[in-house]
């Protein structure tokens, strides 16, 4: 029945059965009883050898993402953002795929070096990178590191002389254009963390600091919108700006910078009406961008790079829970617990993120029933799934899958209430093989010194 809290943009589905087209990796389907299954694995069968909440990856849907990438973005240097999710067998797929990738601390770099990724397809990024993380990235020969400050500016040039190293670096350029996106993951404007400002003259500075730095080669530039945009309209705006820098450094110095990476941050759909732009309506926006800039300003095209994460893994992951409890509130809704949570998934207390969900151990004919997915945690923000129709017949014991949970879910996922990260078992041609484990209780007690 609806009820007024339903939102607006909230509809009954005609079969809640069905798996919305561009929301779950490519080999997801039901089987005659109605139980998912993803890469020719049941989830029932997946649920109880490896047990709940666990992530379950699709590694030929991920391969599939990459290679389309690869081929749209042919002209592009095209580089895998490790935040998204990183583990050993996800830096191999990359590289093996004829990907980059791009690391943000020393755990990813960390990851990504024992995994045996090629260092010179490394790029560097960070505000606030230590001098560890810097020296480890100059000994193992990381193809590009951007700059994100006057401060790491001094601190890389005293470690490259220091190492008997030139590393090429990109400056970070903020191009001041503010994304239609979550306040928390709009990375381009004037009052956030990252980046030399345009706006105060910091960014042309640091391009010319950069220059005139005997220690460093000094590639190209930089700019990252935010994460999780709809349209194109602020990558125009910011390729034309970055691009005026450029010109600007070719005019003052006789000096044309090869490179331009214009980052990631495109959107993938969480709910049946997204309508995400396509790789290849991306590529082609950029190229024009880019080329139409240039054009207008007298100067040569870059090399371009783009920086895709969420677009390359998110839909290749669910997370697949089992119900704990319903609890129907008259003239509200029926809030269903599953046994994860805020743990798992951060993104819906974080920046209001979106999901969908389905019954995933059985058909159901019943009718739909207005829900809120929720976990275990002592929190009242612990919402997995904010607005969905379920089942009127879910019940304690049922799995429930929830689709695109292959980005920011377990990278971001945390120890709340003491517990432990779910497992990530990958899945292909029918066999299933555990990527990362489950943490148990012991490892967190492991942590304890007294």
């Given at each position: 029945?609806?009820?007024?809290?339903?939102?607006?943009?909230?509809?009954?589905?005609?079969?809640?059965?069905?798996?919305?087209?561009?929301?779950?990796?490519?080999?997801?389907?039901?089987?005659?009883?109605?139980?998912?299954?993803?890469?020719?694995?049941?989830?029932?069968?997946?649920?109880?050898?490896?047990?709940?909440?666990?992530?379950?990856?699709?590694?030929?849907?991920?391969?599939?993402?990459?290679?389309?990438?690869?081929?749209?973005?042919?002209?592009?240097?095209?580089?895998?953002?490790?935040?998204?999710?990183?583990?050993?067998?996800?830096?191999?797929?990359?590289?093996?795929?004829?990907?980059?990738?791009?690391?943000?601390?020393?755990?990813?770099?960390?990851?990504?070096?024992?995994?045996?990724?090629?260092?010179?397809?490394?790029?560097?990024?960070?505000?606030?990178?230590?001098a560890e993380e810097l020296a480890t990235g100059l000994r193992h020969g990381v193809g590009r590191i951007?700059?994100?400050?006057?401060?790491?500016?001094?601190?890389?040039?005293?470690?490259?002389?220091?190492?008997?190293?030139?590393?090429?670096?990109?400056?970070?350029?903020?191009?001041?254009?503010?994304?239609?996106?979550?306040?928390?993951?709009?990375?381009?404007?004037?009052?956030?963390?990252?980046?030399?400002?345009?706006?105060?003259?910091?960014?042309?500075?640091?391009?010319?600091?950069?220059?005139?730095?005997?220690?460093?080669?000094?590639?190209?530039?930089?700019?990252?919108?935010?994460?999780?945009?709809?349209?194109?309209?602020?990558?125009?705006?910011?390729?034309?700006?970055?691009?005026?820098?450029?010109?600007?450094?070719?005019?003052?110095?006789?000096?044309?910078?090869?490179?331009?990476?214009?980052?990631?941050?495109?959107?993938?759909?969480?709910?049946?009406?997204?309508?995400?732009?396509?790789?290849?309506?991306?590529?082609?926006?950029?190229?024009?961008?880019?080329?139409?800039?240039?054009?207008?300003?007298?100067?040569?095209?870059?090399?371009?790079?783009?920086?895709?994460?969420?677009?390359?893994?998110?839909?290749?992951?669910?997370?697949?829970?089992?119900?704990?409890?319903?609890?129907?509130?008259?003239?509200?809704?029926?809030?269903?617990?599953?046994?994860?949570?805020?743990?798992?998934?951060?993104?819906?207390?974080?920046?209001?993120?979106?999901?969908?969900?389905?019954?995933?151990?059985?058909?159901?004919?019943?009718?739909?029933?207005?829900?809120?997915?929720?976990?275990?945690?002592?929190?009242?923000?612990?919402?997995?799934?904010?607005?969905?129709?379920?089942?009127?017949?879910?019940?304690?014991?049922?799995?429930?899958?929830?689709?695109?949970?292959?980005?920011?879910?377990?990278?971001?996922?945390?120890?709340?209430?003491?517990?432990?990260?779910?497992?990530?078992?990958?899945?292909?041609?029918?066999?299933?093989?555990?990527?990362?484990?489950?943490?148990?209780?012991?490892?967190?007690?492991?942590?304890?010194?007294?």
């Open positions: 029945m609806l009820t007024s809290t339903q939102p607006e943009w909230l509809t009954e589905p005609a079969d809640l059965n069905a798996l919305p087209d561009g929301l779950w990796p490519a080999s997801a389907q039901r089987a005659a009883d109605g139980v998912l299954a993803v890469g020719g694995l049941r989830v029932d069968e997946l649920a109880a050898e490896f047990g709940t909440p666990m992530y379950v990856f699709d590694e030929d849907d991920f391969r599939a993402r990459c290679t389309e990438f690869r081929t749209v973005f042919d002209d592009f240097d095209v580089y895998y953002a490790g935040k998204a999710f990183l583990c050993r067998p996800v830096a191999r797929i990359c590289a093996e795929l004829g990907l980059h990738m791009d690391v943000c601390s020393l755990g990813e770099l960390r990851i990504a070096i024992s995994a045996g990724f090629p260092a010179e397809r490394l790029v560097m990024h960070g505000n606030n990178k230590s951007v700059v994100d400050s006057f401060d790491e500016l001094a601190l890389l040039r005293e470690l490259a002389a220091e190492a008997g190293v030139r590393p090429k670096v990109l400056i970070r350029v903020n191009v001041g254009v503010h994304a239609d996106t979550h306040a928390n993951i709009a990375t381009a404007h004037d009052d956030q963390k990252f980046g030399f400002s345009l706006r105060t003259g910091d960014a042309s500075t640091a391009v010319e600091a950069a220059h005139r730095a005997a220690e460093l080669e000094l590639a190209g530039l930089h700019m990252h919108l935010g994460s999780q945009i709809f349209g194109l309209e602020s990558f125009e705006v910011g390729v034309r700006r970055v691009m005026e820098v450029r010109a600007q450094f070719l005019r003052e110095h006789g000096v044309s910078l090869p490179e331009v990476s214009l980052g990631g941050g495109f959107a993938i759909a969480y709910l049946d009406h997204h309508r995400p732009s396509t790789p290849a309506e991306i590529a082609a926006g950029l190229r024009e961008f880019t080329r139409s800039s240039c054009a207008e300003l007298g100067t040569e095209p870059p090399r371009l790079a783009i920086e895709p994460g969420r677009t390359l893994v998110g839909r290749s992951g669910i997370t697949v829970y089992r119900v704990g409890t319903v609890k129907a509130v008259a003239g509200l809704r029926t809030f269903v617990s599953v046994d994860g949570g805020m743990s798992d998934n951060i993104r819906p207390a974080l920046y209001d993120g979106l999901y969908t969900g389905v019954l995933a151990g059985r058909r159901s004919d019943a009718g739909p029933m207005l829900s809120r997915v929720v976990g275990l945690h002592c929190d009242a923000g612990d919402v997995v799934v904010r607005d969905d129709h379920l089942p009127a017949d879910i019940r304690v014991g049922d799995l429930l899958a929830v689709p695109n949970t292959g980005a920011y879910c377990r990278s971001l996922a945390n120890n709340f209430n003491h517990t432990p990260r779910p497992p990530v078992v990958a899945v292909r041609d029918g066999g299933a093989r555990l990527w990362l484990r489950r943490e148990t209780y012991d490892d967190l007690l492991a942590l304890e010194v007294e």
